[in-house]
């Protein structure tokens, strides 16, 4: 499916962006709100691929792993989430 195939390269672009910009920062704070939203990038690209799997061989065995995929994806969102919050505010409370 043509959309499952876009956000998985959209996520996997975004993931490769935000973990070269933390290369480039020297901020210590600014690094991990980057990393946050890495880590959002990186659930939904392994959430997508695990659903893109599914829908690609629909077999048992495709189901297990693409559920594996998908508790995965989804924590890494969730936690990226909290972190990039937390950061957020950091961020906000240290320039402002």
């Known amino acids: ?3 499952f195939i876009s956000v998985i390269i959209i996520s996997f672009i ?3 962006f935000f973990k070269v910009q933390i290369l480039k920062s020297k901020d210590p704070l ?3 709100f980057t990393n ?3 880590r959002i990038a990186l ?3 392994v959430s997508t691929f695990g659903m893109n799997q599914y829908y690609a ?3 048992q065995l495709a189901l297990f792993i693409s559920i594996a995929f998908l ?3 989804i924590a890494q969102i969730v936690h990226g989430f909290k972190l990039y919050k937390h950061y957020r505010q ?3 409370n240290a320039n402002g």
């Open 1 to 3: 499916m043509p959309i």
């Open 14 to 16: 975004l993931y490769i």
């Open 30 to 32: 600014y690094m991990h």
């Open 36 to 38: 946050a939203k890495g």
């Open 43 to 45: 659930g939904f690209f």
């Open 57 to 59: 061989y629909q077999t």
């Open 71 to 73: 508790i995965l994806g």
């Open 90 to 92: 950091e961020l906000m």
